[in-house]
């Protein structure tokens, strides 16, 4: 199984997925049991009729454990470990209850073998300890006919046949499970990628302007330190130069930052969009206008990079819209997503409340509301005429 870097918990339509793969492995392994039952009509015996009862239902709820460890990835592993143990306890419970159900008449424990057979797949990851497992439920099946006067043919067919016909369905299906997993884990990491790479351009960018700057300074200083005792004077030279260092070297770092802050709102848009799509959400887009001034065009792009974060951080969206117009003298960004929940962020959330101080510097407004799982942003900015 996948690791528990994402779980169905925190992904809507993975966890739709989840669903549906424990839907059909259930009703595939719960029907293994209905022809095990079946054997319980054909018993004369009312004391056998319950033992075997007894054995089926333990088996069936051993399954349906093994069943739910097998598309629970955040589930610890010694659970996992413990609900095998659990399954193999029953599949040796089975044979003194249930074997000598109809006896010579029906092969039910042998149903019980093709079931067990079946599980290989949710129980072992290795193909040879599958059929390991395999050959050491049909000699247990030879056992059983022999045991109870059955048809050793017969029990051999139904145990085998049926075992590795239910095994490649089972198997298949956990296999395109464990590759859905695996998807949604390499588009979070696509998207993790993405910010951390980011970052780290910033942070050579501020290297790249400070590390000249402040090794000069340290330079200057040393020497005026040196210089103070001897010449005043040029101590204070060397000292005033320090300080023109590093007020240019604070030029430097604000017009770097500027700079980052100042996207260019299409590059933006083309940038959260893509991220989002990679990530398995439909974007519809209705694109700026061309006309929009650059600093209300840098503003908006400002708004739209924490809007794209907190789709993939705090929601579990399936589709988003963003709209980006003008009217008159106010251009206005509306972004909408469908994956509302309780962590979804609000008008108190910190990176939220930095944007609206910002907008409200330039004029602007910053408003969120929430419907049912529709959660919105608008920002609107002021037009200079």
Same mark, same amino acid.
């Given at each position: 199984?996948?690791?528990?870097?994402?779980?169905?918990?925190?992904?809507?339509?993975?966890?739709?997925?989840?669903?549906?793969?424990?839907?059909?492995?259930?009703?595939?392994?719960?029907?293994?049991?209905?022809?095990?039952?079946?054997?319980?009509?054909?018993?004369?015996?009312?004391?056998?009729?319950? %033992?075997?009862?007894?054995?089926?239902?333990?088996?069936?709820?051993? !399954?349906? /454990?093994?069943?739910?460890?097998?598309?629970?990835?955040?589930?610890?592993?010694?659970?996992?470990?413990?609900?095998?143990?659990?399954?193999?306890?029953?599949?040796?419970?089975?044979?003194?209850?249930?074997?000598?159900?109809?006896?010579? *008449?029906?092969?039910?424990?042998?149903?019980?073998?093709?079931?067990?057979?079946?599980?290989?797949?949710?129980?072992l990851v *290795?193909? *040879?300890?599958?059929?390991?497992?395999?050959?050491? &439920?049909?000699?247990?099946?030879?056992? &059983?006919?022999?045991?109870?006067?059955?048809?050793?043919?017969?029990? &051999?067919?139904?145990?085998?046949? =049926?075992?590795?016909?239910?095994?490649?369905?089972?198997?298949?299906?956990?296999?395109?499970?464990?590759?859905?997993?695996?998807a949604r !884990?390499?588009?979070?990491?696509?998207?993790?990628?993405?910010?951390?790479?980011? #970052?780290?351009?910033?942070? #050579? $960018? @501020?290297?790249? @302007?400070?590390?000249?700057?402040?090794?000069?300074?340290?330079?200057?200083?040393?020497?005026?330190?040196? %210089?103070?005792?001897?010449?005043?004077? #040029?101590?204070?030279? +060397?000292?005033? +130069?320090? !300080?023109?260092?590093?007020?240019?070297?604070?030029?430097?770092?604000?017009?770097?930052?500027?700079?980052?802050?100042?996207?260019? %709102?299409?590059?933006?848009?083309?940038?959260?969009?893509?991220?989002?799509?990679?990530?398995?959400?439909?974007?519809?887009?209705?694109?700026?206008?061309?006309?929009?001034?650059?600093?209300?065009?840098?503003? %908006?792009?400002?708004?739209?990079? +924490?809007?794209?974060?907190?789709?993939?951080?705090?929601?579990?969206?399936?589709?988003?819209?963003?709209? =980006?117009?003008?009217?008159?003298? /106010?251009?206005?960004?509306?972004v909408a997503?469908?994956?509302?929940?309780?962590?979804?962020?609000?008008?108190?959330?910190?990176?939220?409340?930095?944007?609206?101080?910002?907008?409200?510097?330039?004029?602007?407004?910053?408003? /969120?509301?929430?419907? $049912?799982? &529709?959660?919105?942003?608008?920002?609107?900015?002021?037009?200079?005429?």
């Open positions: 199984m996948a690791s528990e870097a994402v779980t169905p918990r925190a992904d809507r339509r993975l966890h739709r997925a989840r669903q549906a793969t424990l839907f059909s492995l259930a009703t595939g392994v719960w029907a293994s049991v209905l022809l095990p039952a079946l054997g319980l009509t054909r018993e004369p015996d009312p004391g056998r009729v319950a %033992l075997g009862a007894v054995g089926i239902l333990a088996f069936t709820i051993a !399954q349906t /454990v093994v069943l739910y460890a097998a598309v629970t990835p955040w589930l610890d592993p010694r659970w996992r470990r413990r609900a095998q143990l659990g399954l193999a306890g029953a599949a040796v419970l089975t044979v003194p209850l249930v074997a000598p159900v109809a006896a010579g *008449r029906w092969p039910t424990w042998a149903w019980l073998g093709a079931a067990l057979i079946g599980m290989a797949p949710l129980l *290795r193909l *040879r300890a599958a059929l390991a497992l395999a050959a050491g &439920v049909l000699v247990v099946a030879v056992a &059983v006919a022999w045991w109870t006067g059955g048809s050793v043919p017969r029990h &051999v067919a139904v145990t085998g046949g =049926i075992g590795v016909a239910v095994a490649a369905v089972n198997g298949f299906q956990v296999w395109f499970w464990g590759l859905l997993v695996d !884990q390499g588009q979070a990491a696509q998207a993790r990628l993405a910010a951390v790479e980011e #970052r780290l351009r910033f942070a #050579r $960018d @501020v290297h790249d @302007v400070l590390g000249h700057s402040l090794t000069v300074i340290a330079l200057k200083a040393e020497l005026a330190a040196r %210089l103070a005792p001897v010449d005043p004077e #040029r101590t204070a030279r +060397e000292a005033a +130069e320090v !300080q023109r260092l590093a007020a240019s070297a604070l030029i430097e770092v604000r017009e770097t930052v500027h700079g980052y802050r100042a996207v260019d %709102l299409d590059e933006q848009l083309a940038a959260v969009v893509g991220v989002l799509r990679s990530c398995g959400v439909r974007c519809t887009v209705l694109p700026p206008p061309p006309d929009l001034p650059q600093p209300v065009a840098t503003e %908006l792009a400002a708004v739209l990079r +924490e809007a794209g974060t907190n789709v993939l951080r705090h929601s579990r969206a399936d589709w988003c819209r963003i709209r =980006i117009e003008r009217e008159d003298d /106010v251009a206005r960004m509306t997503n469908d994956g509302a929940d309780d962590r979804a962020p609000d008008a108190h959330s910190h990176g939220l409340r930095g944007l609206a101080d910002r907008l409200a510097a330039a004029g602007g407004e910053l408003r /969120v509301r929430r419907e $049912d799982t &529709v959660f919105t942003l608008e920002a609107t900015v002021p037009v200079p005429s």
